[in-house]
């Protein structure tokens, strides 16, 4: 079992819907949860991060958090073409070192 | 607000060279990493360095070598380069919380032939 799994997609979205997508993980001891976007042939960049159970929303983006789940989700609302893009969910684990791991990346394609 | 260089963005080595991958960053942060990025295998941890001279293997550790002489710099070290380790590499720094993001440089596209 990976440690951080996503579907690959593509997920396809008309503009102006709403795109979600979701994270799994694995270990328990998870504690903080990120969610990257990444445009092509561009390093990730952070979109949210999310610590506690529940929602957190930042303008069009709102993260779900569900640790007896185990899942972490990523909701953008009112889609745009702009938000055409991988996106990258990542988990750290608290105790030890710093260790982040990444799921493999959920492809976006918002359809004019 | 962070800043993370890497030396090269595109880098053209042959088979058997010693290649170094460079990475600063300005924000004096205690842990830095290496990861390879790959199609369908999304990012994988090659190392990572908590502090000065630290250092600690990754998922991926094999055909790397790592180096931190100085806080803001980790330099990832390919010390017999192989044509499987064409890729796309990414530097990513962060401070002491858990709860800090990972703020990545703009990559390295490392072709070897």
């Known amino acids: 079992q990976k440690e951080v799994e996503q579907n690959s997609g593509p997920l396809s979205v008309p503009e102006g819907a709403i795109a979600s997508l979701n994270c799994t993980y694995s270990?328990?001891?998870?504690?903080?949860f990120f969610w990257y976007r990444q445009y092509s042939g561009k390093s990730p960049e952070l979109i949210m991060s999310?610590?506690?159970?529940g929602d957190k929303e930042d303008g069009r983006f709102t993260a779900q958090l569900n640790k007896a789940r185990q899942y972490v989700s990523l909701l953008i609302r009112d889609s745009q073409p702009s938000d055409s893009a991988t996106y990258l969910c990542?988990?750290?684990?608290?105790?030890?070192?710093?260790?982040?791991?990444f799921g493999t990346g959920t492809k976006l394609q918002v359809i004019p | 607000d962070v800043k993370v260089t890497q030396s090269s963005r595109y880098l053209v080595k042959r088979t058997g060279e010693k290649v170094f991958l460079e990475c600063v960053q300005d924000?004096?942060?205690?842990?830095m990493f290496w990861y390879r990025q790959d199609p369908g295998l999304g990012l994988r941890l090659i190392y990572f360095?908590?502090?000065?001279?630290?250092?600690e293997k990754g998922d991926i550790p094999e055909g790397y070598s790592v180096s931190r002489e100085k806080k803001e710099r980790f330099s990832l070290i390919l010390e017999s380069a192989s044509t499987n380790q064409t890729s796309m590499y990414l530097c990513?720094?962060?401070?002491?919380?858990?709860?800090?993001?990972?703020?990545f440089g703009n990559g390295t596209r490392l072709t070897v032939t």
């Open positions: 990513a720094s962060t401070g002491s919380s858990y709860n800090s993001p990972l703020h």
């Open positions: 270990d328990r001891g998870s504690q903080s």
């Open positions: 999310i610590y506690s159970n």
């Open positions: 990542a988990v750290n684990k608290r105790g030890g070192y710093q260790k982040v791991t």
């Open positions: 924000m004096d942060h205690e842990n």
């Open positions: 360095s908590y502090d000065v001279k630290m250092k």
